[in-house]
């Protein structure tokens, strides 16, 4: 028979700490296994991502561990306990004992849970210290109402689930997320104040779902090279944020606000929403990272001196999974994984030759933006272009 931890919690979101606890559990409890149970519906607080979006986190921050599990008992709709899991999960591993892996400061209500009788008698317990609580105390008593415990080593973890959900509501990368973890996060907006509804009411459905796509490839995009991934996504979900709007109404924006006096530009609402982008941003969505908002204000002509977040946002707009089909869509794609600045100065060359070959004059704040991308091409970007065209 296995012998199998269980690890339950809201996992909200599941963080590297959860990950080395599991492998301390693995290493010192003499465990074949350490299955991970989120609860959907836990009775000491609310999470605040969905259980599904938490089942997701989870199985993507294991993915790779070969004795590392995910199990859906504790999904049941209404309020769970772990008593409530164990027919679940005996049905999901039948030839298994189990053996929950707890935080010393669960050990003093331990008593009190419920069918804690039941859960005594089927499951052995697994202890971690935990910061203020008096751990051979909490045990002795656990241990005098039934309970098989043993107490880990000393462990202690950097990360906090609170903290990195605050840091994420401030659209920081917080540390201790597993990568992939940190973008499904960064693409659905977790830990933010969402901005989707009102969003939806400002564009088209179409539009609206060029905006995800936009936001998906930014996130990609920015872990492929090395950017912050929650304010390229917070660019990308805002840079069409003016896009419905009428040319009149951006004309209006634009001149009271002084926000450029580029004649093609505010002629055309394919330009300017992109500066009154910038503007509704900061004075709507209260969006005060001049970065993110230099991106939504260049992710149409871009800029001299535009930044690598600036154009992850430029080619995002210009590649993501929903475009139509269109001249140099799959050269772009494959060179924005390779190269940022190489990918926005063929974009501009593509968007010269048709602009030009229909009779119509190139902007000339995409040609400055296209000499000083010339300028700053290394000879590995040059190969590149050279290479696609």
């Known amino acids: 028979m296995q012998k199998m931890g269980v690890l339950g919690g809201t996992f909200d979101p599941i963080h590297e700490g959860h990950i080395a606890l599991a492998k301390e559990a693995l290493m010192r409890g003499g465990l074949d296994g350490v299955i991970f149970v989120p609860m959907a519906q836990p009775a000491h607080r609310e999470p605040e991502a969905s259980a599904n979006d938490r089942m997701n986190m989870c199985a993507l921050?294991?993915?790779?561990?070969?004795?590392?599990f995910l199990s859906k008992a504790g999904t049941k709709p209404g309020v769970a306990y772990t008593a409530d899991t164990l027919g679940p999960l005996k049905k999901e591993f039948p030839h298994a004992s189990f053996t929950l892996i707890l935080g010393a400061d669960k050990l003093p209500s331990l008593?009190?849970?419920?069918?804690?009788?039941?859960l005594f008698s089927q499951c052995d317990f697994l202890i971690f210290p935990r910061s203020g609580v008096n751990a051979d105390e909490a045990l002795e008593k656990a241990r005098q109402a039934g309970a098989k415990a043993e107490?880990?080593?000393?462990?202690?973890?950097?990360?906090?689930?609170?903290?990195?959900?605050?840091?994420?509501?401030?659209?920081?990368?917080?540390?201790?997320?597993?990568?992939?973890?940190?973008?499904?996060?960064?693409e659905r907006g977790l830990y933010q104040e969402d901005f989707t509804p009102r969003l939806k009411t400002m564009m088209s459905p179409k539009r609206f779902q060029h905006t995800l796509g936009v936001r998906k490839e930014a996130v990609r995009l920015a872990a492929i090279h090395?950017?912050?991934?929650?304010?390229c996504a917070?660019?990308?979900?805002?840079?069409?944020?003016?896009?419905?709007?009428?040319?009149?109404?951006?004309?209006?924006?634009?001149?009271?606000?002084?926000?450029?006096?580029?004649?093609?530009?505010l002629s055309s609402g394919a330009?300017?929403?992109a500066p009154v982008g910038a503007y509704l941003a900061k004075t709507e969505f209260h969006i005060r990272d001049e970065e993110v908002l230099n991106a939504i204000?260049?992710?149409?002509?871009?800029?001299?001196?535009?930044?690598?977040?600036?154009?992850?946002?430029?080619?995002?707009?210009?590649?993501?999974?929903g475009r139509e089909d269109y001249h140099g869509l799959k050269e772009l794609r494959a060179l924005c994984g390779r190269s940022l600045a190489a990918a926005v100065y063929r974009s501009l060359e593509l968007t010269q030759e048709y602009v030009e070959g229909s009779g119509r004059a190139f902007s000339g704040a995409s040609l400055k933006t296209k000499q000083?991308?010339?300028?700053?091409?290394?000879?590995?970007?040059?190969?590149?272009?050279?290479?696609?065209?």
């Open 372 to 389: 000083y991308l010339e300028s700053i091409l290394t000879e590995e970007d040059r190969k590149l272009l050279l290479s696609v065209v």
């Open 297 to 321: 204000r260049s992710h149409t002509v871009g800029r001299v001196g535009m930044t690598k977040l600036e154009m992850c946002i430029f080619v995002a707009d210009a590649t993501e999974e």
């Open 271 to 273: 330009l300017l929403h």
């Open 234 to 265: 917070l660019a990308a979900l805002l840079h069409d944020c003016a896009k419905g709007m009428s040319l009149k109404d951006m004309n209006r924006i634009a001149r009271e606000q002084r926000l450029t006096d580029d004649e093609a530009v």
């Open 151 to 186: 107490m880990l080593p000393a462990f202690s973890t950097p990360y906090s689930a609170t903290f990195i959900r605050s840091q994420t509501a401030r659209y920081q990368d917080a540390p201790g997320l597993n990568p992939k973890v940190l973008c499904y996060m960064a």
């Open 226 to 231: 090395g950017l912050p991934v929650q304010r």
């Open 111 to 118: 008593p009190y849970w419920k069918e804690k009788d039941v």
């Open 61 to 68: 921050a294991i993915e790779g561990y070969a004795r590392f």
